[in-house]
């Protein structure tokens, strides 16, 4: 995938989680994520604000955040959400198709990455099925598993052998865990939880109890 390959493709999973948050109910958008501390409607600030995410606006939120970046990501999108209502947050992330602004230090694909796995924090809770496409899902595995910053994918997964049932994707040794590259892109992000239905293997029972 080309740089405008992948954009047409952050588009179409904007497209796709509009979809999914236009029916829900105002509990719905109120029920919790994947993300701790964030509900539905958190998640989706945080989708919204990251095509605003200019230099100048991350460094004021980072220092009342008192330079924090996990604290500023948080932050920013709870008080985000907590102005506006389910209509307009709907509203501003159908304006973000199109946009083809990435925050300093991240690529396209790490946009393409965010939607994906935002799109099943809010989806897997409320029960609803939200598909990944699967060559997204393989470009975005890609992405989070070898930088250290934020996931430490490799290094928290090492004593594994992660392999994909769908695509020609391995990495690492030990006990084998195989599964989509979906469920591969959860773990590599942290979403053990969400992950663990859709894997097998006999390094499945290890991760389980592991505090990965």
């Known amino acids: 995938m080309n740089t405008d390959d992948i954009w047409r493709a952050v588009d179409t999973e904007r497209r796709n989680l509009h979809r999914?948050?236009?029916?829900?109910t105002a509990p719905q958008w109120r029920h919790a994520s994947l993300c701790e501390q964030w509900r539905v409607r958190d998640v989706v600030a945080h989708v919204v604000l990251s095509t605003?995410?200019?230099v100048g606006r991350i460094m004021v939120n980072l220092l009342r955040a008192r330079g924090s970046i996990d604290r500023m990501v948080c932050e920013t999108a709870i008080?985000?959400?907590?102005n506006a209502d389910d209509r307009k947050l709907l509203n501003e992330l159908r304006a973000t198709i199109g946009s083809r602004v990435t925050a300093i230090g991240t690529t396209p694909t790490d946009?393409?990455?965010d939607l994906l796995v935002h799109g099943q924090d809010i989806a897997v809770p409320l029960g609803l099925r939200h598909e990944m496409p699967m060559a997204a899902a393989l470009l975005a595995l890609e992405r989070v598993w070898n930088p250290r910053f934020p996931f430490h994918a490799a290094k928290r997964l090492a004593p594994y052998r992660l392999r994909a049932v769908d695509a020609e994707w391995a990495a690492g040794t030990g006990p084998v865990v195989e599964g989509p590259v979906s469920a591969l892109l959860m773990l590599a992000t942290g979403r053990k939880s969400a992950a663990l239905p859709h894997l097998t293997g006999d390094g499945v029972e290890f991760l389980r109890r592991a505090d990965v």
């Open 52 to 54: 605003e995410a200019t």
């Open 111 to 113: 946009r393409l990455m």
């Open 20 to 24: 999914l948050l236009e029916p829900l």
């Open 79 to 82: 008080r985000h959400a907590a």
